[in-house]
């Protein structure tokens, strides 16, 4: 197996673990939308807000070949989607690391879509709080927010 498998791996074994309260390090937004309409109104939200896609790993597809090999502990949640969407700012890039080098650690961003019995819930790691308590905390909040509202913009267009 390639780092890059484990890597994607290892991040969705992260990002299907239970969902945590508003003050916790992951945003969650589920909508009763198709994935397919969601995904594409998402992409387009982000890199509207100048938030540009560089990757599109499909991890459910990589975790089903390891389905016979894990048996019963493959996929114990039925997540039918798993996707995420790798991306980067490049004026936020340089202003975090002009604040803290040390927070380049979320660069790039990224964002994972999971789906399950028709809802289709998006899931983020918090830059504010991972930076919390960081010199670069203020700019942290400020790309959260931005990255959070073209989240909740592209879900809007997926539900009309």
């Not at 780092?3 to 299907?16: D, H, N, P």
């Not at 594409?40 to 896609?53: G, N, P, Q």
Request: glycine share 4%; net charge neutral.
């Amino acid at each position: 197996m390639s780092r890059f498998s484990l890597f994607l791996i290892m991040t969705a074994v992260f990002l299907i673990t239970p969902s945590v309260q508003a003050d916790s390090a992951v945003y969650k937004n589920s909508v009763n939308q198709d994935y397919d309409v969601v995904y594409k109104e998402v992409l387009a939200s982000l890199e509207k807000h100048r938030f540009f896609v560089v990757l599109e790993p499909d991890v459910g597809e990589n975790l089903k070949g390891f389905a016979e090999r894990w048996g019963e502990d493959y996929n114990q949640n039925k997540l039918e989607r798993i996707r995420s969407m790798v991306f980067c700012n490049a004026w936020y890039a340089n202003s975090v690391s002009n604040a803290d080098p040390d927070m380049l650690a979320l660069c790039p961003l990224h964002i994972s879509l999971i789906h399950k019995k028709g809802v289709t819930t998006v899931l983020f790691v918090r830059p504010d709080y991972v930076a919390r308590r960081s010199k670069a905390r203020e700019i942290a909040k400020e790309l959260t927010q931005a990255v959070i509202a073209a989240i909740e913009e592209g879900l809007v267009k997926a539900k009309d």
